[in-house]
């Protein structure tokens, strides 16, 4: 009985103050009651104090991956030709509902053109002519038409030049516009011996060159269609035409990008890819606040990371390579960099979609600062002690590789403006408070 | 009843639960919080010699009069307004204090086991500065947490050897554990071009452990005084990391505290209590500790006990107390002092025999801590529920 009433009273009660046990705790307005003080400070690391090794390396992926061409001759000590092959011919053609063989009489190409540079107002001439000895795709450039893992053949004179002529025109329909960035096109007629040339099936000498003849000229081939002129068998008075799409695209450039020398390189096609390898210092020079007047060396170590960045400084990029449009970069940690060049890459670090830089400011505008985020590549926090350093190795590279000739250069170790690891540590100064 | 107690277990031992929220945990070893009752609360007493039979921590005696096995629990609600400068604020929260049972051996000893709280470490602070990166005045927040508390876990023994006097000695572990959070966190909304910053975020939890033993004596000079007096001797506390935050193991070196206090009979029905504790934290070894520590403080109250009449199961005591003492610790360089007035009564639930075994002690505070620009007012209840079973 006794115990019945007390329990009974007991809870009541008992949620009558738990009711009350909701906490506000008074938060003080300043630190002077913390014991733990901390120093945030901004340190920018030379290039050679961080880096260990840059290798600056080409050839990922093919002019042929671009899916269009470039044209273009002696502009500012740049040239490019493309270089076409077609499909196979059609044997027959549906005519009146009949099925005709086909004899083809001649032909003409047609060129689209996307991006026209050249001397205002004047017409740009071109000229098409076949290629006389077999050449890859995916391999060819300015001095070697096929480079694959049996058989590596140059072009008797550089740039396919043992090619013959076999038509050529003035390309003018860009004129009625700007004079440049317009889209222009041409047809250039070609003789049936020509059309007769390229319908050899399987002939990997089979192919068009597509050039200019006048200097200071660029030119994007976007697009170029072999239109087939040919009579049917079963009614010779007429003739057709018959679209031939190419089978494959690529060009040459002349001068063939070398490794730079002591810059970076990033993008174009073949692709650049900038490699550095890079170690964080185990001790940087202290502030004023850490070290006193007197200077000091700050142990890293003992440091939590807010923020890493590469500084790189834009320069001036080769003509014919200058990117004209945006172009993104990114950073990406190469995986197994004893496998270079061909080692995985890793996610993205920092933005996904990469750096955005202007194209300004790889001409007449270079000096610019592009700041990369590596806090994700290096990150590390108080929980990570006893801490060592590690070297890592990432790689700069177009976010959207193969997509453009153009490459963005920056400054490296030989020039002013060298590459810079800027880092923002903060420094936990314990208190001595249990 | 059972599982009552099992309940209570729980709430003492809930981190959340068990919070202070005044700004003066974030001084020294924290807010002391002392392990008094609802009885002693009230009477401004510093938790020894009540007329009251229970169960106070340290002070086995003052459970010898006890008539059956009982079981003691006390909570402790608070909240308030501070001043600091020119901000203010408000606070609140509950803390239990004490959790206890004795078991009467025979009519003159008695065993004791309790679990008191010490120090409360619990604080926040949150400030904003300005600091120059990457060329631009980035804004940031720095937010410090504290949370934990210094506890005692300690079994205890009591026995009358006359009808004048008692001896009892206790002893026991120190427990507890205390979890700083630090953050300071970079605001760069208003500067998107500049990227994200990293938080600093820095976690530690260390605990509290080491031995303390304690002796107390009751004597009743005469029949209508009876005088109390205890020594609190601590042993080396050991603050050590858990696994995972850095730092070294420390020992603090917590002084002896001494107690004295009387109960005088005035009149029929009427008492007068009155006590003094004293310690002093200054020389614990620990530097953060001494650098804060004021010296030698001391607590006293003096409080007044009418039996007014009965209700329910029982008499119905009322308390007046008035209450001064000295933190040990100081904050912000300032000494804090506390003042505080004290309402109380209690309601016997349950007598056997005309003697209360299960009862309900209030008491009621109103008080202030001051120090220079610091002033903190506060209100505080504690409730002490007592059981026994037959």
């Not at chain 1, 938060?27 to 014991?35: F, S």
Request: hydrophobic residues 40%; negative net charge.
């Amino acid at each position: 009985m006794i115990k019945s009433h007390f329990v009974r009273l007991l809870f009541p009660l008992g949620f009558l103050f738990l009711a009350n046990c909701s906490e506000n705790v008074a938060t003080a307005p300043d630190l002077d009651l913390i014991d733990v003080k901390p120093y945030t400070i901004e340190v920018l690391v030379p290039f050679a104090d961080f880096v260990q090794e840059v290798n600056i390396v080409g050839g990922y992926g093919s002019s042929s991956d671009l899916g269009s061409g470039v044209v273009a001759k002696d502009f500012n000590g740049f040239s490019a030709k493309t270089i076409v092959r077609f499909n196979p011919y059609p044997e027959s053609v549906e005519l009146g509902g009949s099925t005709s063989g086909l004899k083809f009489i001649g032909g003409r190409v047609v060129l689209a053109f996307d991006s026209v540079q050249g001397p205002t107002g004047e017409a740009i001439g071109l000229q098409l002519s076949a290629t006389q000895q077999a050449w890859d795709s995916k391999t060819v450039t300015w001095e070697v038409a096929v480079d694959t893992v049996d058989d590596k053949t140059s072009w008797v004179q550089p740039g396919a030049g043992s090619s013959v002529l076999v038509g050529s025109g003035d390309l003018d329909s860009h004129l009625a516009g700007d004079s440049v960035k317009s889209f222009a096109s041409i047809s250039i007629d070609v003789d049936s011996a020509t059309v007769a040339a390229w319908g050899g099936e399987g002939s990997y000498s089979q192919g068009m060159v597509v050039a200019s003849t006048d200097p200071a000229t660029r030119l994007n081939l976007w697009d170029a269609q072999l239109v087939l002129k040919a009579i049917p068998l079963i009614n010779a008075d007429t003739i057709v035409e018959i679209p031939i799409p190419v089978s494959a695209l690529s060009f040459m450039v002349d001068p063939m990008p070398t490794n730079p020398g002591g810059w970076l390189r990033v993008g174009g096609l073949p692709a650049w890819r900038s490699i550095i390898t890079m170690k964080l210092p185990e001790q940087v020079k202290g502030s004023v606040e850490i070290c006193g007047d007197s200077g000091c060396l700050f142990d890293v170590s003992k440091s939590q990371l807010n923020l890493a960045e590469l500084i790189l400084t834009t320069r001036e990029t080769e003509a014919g390579f200058k990117p004209t449009t945006p172009l993104a970069i990114q950073i990406r940690s190469v995986l197994s960099p004893s496998s270079l060049p061909k080692s995985p890459l890793g996610d993205p670090i920092g933005l996904q979609q990469g750096v955005l830089v202007q194209p300004k400011f790889f001409d007449n505008e270079e000096g610019e600062q592009i700041f990369f985020s590596l806090t994700d590549l290096l990150g590390f926090s108080d929980g990570d002690s006893p801490r060592t350093f590690t070297s890592n190795t990432f790689a700069l590279l177009s976010s959207d590789e193969g997509s453009s000739l153009d490459f963005a250069s920056f400054q490296g170790s030989d020039n002013s403006g060298f590459p810079v690891l800027r880092l923002i540590l903060t420094v936990p100064k314990q208190g001595i408070s249990p | 009843m059972r599982s009552f107690w099992i309940g209570c277990i729980l709430l003492v031992t809930s981190p959340q639960l068990s919070e202070a929220q005044s700004l003066l945990g974030s001084s020294g070893l924290g807010m002391k919080l002392d392990p008094i009752d609802a009885t002693q609360r009230a009477l401004g007493g510093v938790g020894l010699s009540g007329r009251t039979p229970t169960i106070l921590p340290g002070d086995p005696t003052a459970s010898l009069d006890l008539l059956a096995s009982t079981a003691s629990f006390t909570l402790q609600p608070m909240w308030g307004s501070y001043k600091l400068g020119v901000d203010e604020g408000e606070f609140s929260g509950t803390r239990f204090p004490i959790l206890g049972m004795a078991f009467p051996l025979g009519t003159s000893g008695v065993a004791t086991f309790t679990l008191n709280s010490f120090f409360d470490q619990n604080s926040a602070a949150a400030a904003g500065d300005t600091l120059q990166l990457m060329g631009a005045d980035i804004p940031i927040t720095d937010q410090s947490d504290l949370l934990g508390g210094l506890s005692a876990l300690r079994m205890g023994w009591a026995q009358r050897f006359s009808s004048s006097i008692a001896i009892g000695a206790s002893a026991g572990v120190y427990t507890g554990s205390v979890k700083r959070n630090f953050v300071r966190s970079f605001d760069l909304d208003s500067l998107p071009t500049l990227g994200t910053l990293k938080d600093f975020s820095k976690n530690e939890t260390s605990t509290y452990s080491g031995p303390l033993v304690s002796v107390n004596l009751s004597w009743n000079p005469h029949s209508l005084l009876q005088l109390g007096g205890s020594v609190q001797w601590s042993g080396a506390i050991a603050l050590s990391p858990i696994e995972g935050s850095i730092g070294e193991k420390e020992v603090i070196r917590a002084p002896i505290e001494l107690k004295v206090a009387s109960n005088w009979i005035l009149g029929p029905g009427l008492f007068l209590n009155a006590g003094l504790s004293s310690s002093d934290w200054s020389n614990s070894g620990y530097p953060g500790l001494d650098a804060v520590a004021v010296g030698r403080t001391n607590t006293y109250g003096i409080g007044l006990e009418w039996e007014a009449t009965r209700f329910w199961s029982g008499i119905f005591p009322l308390r007046l107390g008035f209450r001064k003492s000295t933190m040990p610790f100081q904050f912000k360089g300032q000494e804090v002092k506390e003042r505080n007035v004290s309402l109380g009564f209690s309601v016997v639930l349950a007598e056997v025999f005309e003697l209360p075994i299960a009862a309900i002690d209030v008491a009621v505070e109103a008080g202030k801590h001051s120090a220079s620009d610091f002033e903190e007012n506060f209100n505080r209840v504690t409730v002490t529920l007592r059981a026994g079973n037959r």
